[in-house]
């Protein structure tokens, strides 16, 4: 069974495995930097706002980007002592749960939407 998007459904527009894999991903970025309260200055009507989807679409991303949303949002839904257990491996191994990278870049990425 083939996908078909949007606007696109009934035009004969069919996503390729590798395109499909790409918009999940940055669907669950941007839906994770959501629920975390990243883009509370970049929603409206308490939806993301256009330039977080520009950006979320069009921002370079690698697997770490990802993987580092994954792990903060599956934390938020962790007890305290899985929490602390990760989140000091996490520290141990140079990365910081509290502050992840992915969240300086993806708002970066939607200052320069907002610039265009």
């Not at 200055?41 to 979320?56: I, L």
């Not at 934390?75 to 140079?94: F, N, Q, R, V, Y």
């Not at 300086?104 to 990425?109: G, I, M, R, V």
């Amino acid at each position: 069974m083939a996908l078909q998007w949007g606007s696109d459904a009934g035009h004969g527009f069919f996503p390729t495995d590798f395109e499909h894999m790409q918009y999940s991903t940055r669907l669950s970025l941007l839906t994770t930097l959501f629920r975390r309260g990243v883009l509370r200055d970049f929603e409206s009507n308490g939806e993301p706002s256009e330039a977080a989807f520009r950006a979320a679409a069009n921002m370079p991303l690698n697997k770490n980007d990802h993987d580092e949303a994954l792990l903060v949002s599956a934390l938020m839904d962790s007890s305290p002592d899985i929490t602390a257990a990760i989140g000091a491996k996490c520290l141990a191994e140079g990365h910081d749960p509290e502050h992840p990278q992915i969240d300086k870049k993806f708002l970066s990425a939607i200052l320069q939407e907002l610039k265009k």
